[in-house]
């Protein structure tokens, strides 16, 4: 989160981003008038200590990928968008150290992974320390099942060590990484045979190269990986599985344990229509251990079975599906703090409501037993945990 970073839903239904702003920068107005394609819109602000940018609808990176992995070709689309917006900027004259390579700034338009970034004229973090970061949360967000894509990001990681690093190179990488891909080889990836010391396998290619504190060096040969024949023990892919840990849980908390894959999403199908005979449900008995909602429209039981819990219109990336027009795609979700549920809404277009009232951007609600709680037009009641 950036310092002074607010978020505002005005009466017209838009909403915005604002960010702090001390001082006045040519590119605000390159960036108003111009309009570039792939840059936030940014539009004048009554007030003059801040960037207004207009967000309403927009998803993030971080938004998206939180509990559905990424494979391949979405990691290809969502970089190539990134480095293509990078690369348009200079026509502008847009520092790229100052496009902010955060998740919770990228955003993306789904299914396409259309992206757009935030230009934010002092932010100025040099923008392969931004990319490198980047490329350690994308590895954190694969799908470890999918070995070229595990691959892709790793060899792009890497490039971001090379002194000759260029947002070209980087290109050249993906475009060499994408047709591997596409021809079935796992971005051929080379590493040398390692050896055994006092119980640690090194190699070649070492986890403190993949952290960036050294270099790969005596690279023997490339090989596809179907023609690998790597142990568990001293698999290339297992040592950047633990290494993908190392970055996820610095602190240790995982250590012993075996990497646990990134949790699927599961999709409920959407409830039948509405009959008129049907008598609401104003209150229920939930004997089960999670807390629930109940569907004001079919008297439907949704149980919160995990955390955070997405609600919305698209499917295969929620928890729960709401198969309305007037629902976003990524419209809400609920976590939990301690033993109290909460509610956001995801600045989804016609809002959500707890017992009337529309939550605010970023506002994080409460529930308690009883909560009538609206997703645009689709009305349920929420259920604490009963034991």
């Known amino acids: 989160m950036i310092n002074g970073e607010e978020y505002r839903k005005e009466p017209d239904g838009k909403t915005y981003l604002l960010l702090k702003k001390t001082e006045d920068?040519?590119?605000?107005?390159?960036?108003?008038?111009?309009?570039?394609?792939?840059?936030?819109?940014?539009?004048?602000?009554?007030?003059?200590?801040?960037?207004?940018?207009?967000?309403?609808?927009?998803?993030?990176?971080?938004?998206?990928?939180?509990?559905?992995?990424?494979?391949?070709?979405?990691?290809?689309?969502?970089?190539?968008?990134?480095?293509?917006?990078?690369?348009?900027?200079?026509?502008?004259?847009?520092?790229?150290?100052?496009?902010?390579?955060?998740?919770?700034?990228?955003?993306?338009?789904?299914?396409?992974?259309?992206?757009?970034?935030?230009?934010?004229?002092?932010?100025?973090?040099?923008?392969?320390?931004?990319?490198?970061?980047?490329?350690?949360?994308?590895?954190?967000?694969?799908?470890y099942r999918e070995e070229?894509?595990?691959?892709?990001?790793?060899?792009?990681?890497?490039?971001?060590?090379?002194?000759?690093?260029?947002l070209e190179r980087i290109r050249e990488k993906l475009r060499e990484q994408a047709e591997k891909t596409d021809a079935g080889i796992g971005g051929g990836c080379e590493y040398a045979k390692p050896e055994r010391s006092q119980g640690v396998y090194s190699g070649?290619?070492?986890?403190?190269?993949?952290?960036?504190?050294?270099?790969?060096?005596?690279?023997?040969?490339?090989?596809?990986?179907?023609?690998?024949?790597?142990t568990r023990k001293n698999s290339?892919?297992?040592?950047?599985?633990?290494?993908?840990?190392?970055?996820?849980?610095?602190?240790?908390?995982?250590?012993?344990?075996?990497?646990?894959?990134?949790?699927?999403?599961?999709?409920?199908?959407?409830?039948?229509?509405?009959?008129?005979?049907?008598?609401?449900?104003?209150?229920?008995?939930n004997t089960e251990s999670e807390p629930a909602l109940i569907s004001q429209r079919n008297g439907e039981t949704i149980f919160l079975t995990k955390f955070p819990f997405y609600v919305g219109s698209l499917s295969g990336y929620m928890d729960y599906v709401i198969s309305q027009d007037t629902v976003s795609r990524f419209h809400a979700k609920f976590i939990r703090q301690g033993k109290t549920v909460l509610l956001s809404d995801l600045n989804s277009t016609n809002g959500t409501k707890v017992n009337g009232r529309e939550l605010e951007v970023q506002e994080q609600a409460p529930l308690i037993n009883g909560d009538r709680i609206w997703f645009a037009d689709a009305e349920f009641v929420y259920f604490e945990n009963r034991e």
């Open 148 to 166: 070229r894509a595990i691959a892709m990001v790793y060899a792009l990681y890497m490039q971001l060590q090379e002194p000759d690093m260029t």
């Open 204 to 230: 070649d290619i070492t986890t403190e190269a993949i952290a960036g504190k050294g270099r790969s060096r005596g690279i023997k040969e490339e090989l596809p990986v179907r023609e690998r024949k790597p």
């Open 25 to 143: 920068a040519f590119e605000e107005q390159m960036v108003q008038r111009a309009k570039p394609a792939g840059v936030l819109s940014m539009v004048r602000s009554e007030r003059t200590d801040v960037y207004k940018y207009e967000i309403t609808g927009k998803k993030n990176l971080a938004m998206t990928f939180e509990r559905v992995p990424m494979n391949a070709e979405q990691i290809e689309k969502v970089v190539d968008g990134i480095l293509e917006v990078l690369g348009r900027g200079r026509e502008y004259l847009l520092a790229e150290d100052n496009f902010i390579l955060d998740p919770e700034y990228i955003y993306l338009r789904i299914p396409e992974y259309e992206v757009t970034l935030c230009y934010y004229p002092e932010y100025n973090l040099a923008f392969a320390e931004q990319l490198g970061k980047l490329f350690e949360v994308l590895l954190n967000r694969v799908d």
């Open 236 to 285: 290339f892919w297992e040592r950047i599985r633990k290494e993908a840990e190392r970055i996820r849980f610095p602190r240790g908390e995982k250590e012993g344990r075996g990497y646990d894959l990134p949790a699927v999403s599961y999709v409920r199908e959407p409830a039948p229509e509405w009959e008129p005979k049907y008598t609401k449900v104003l209150s229920v008995k």
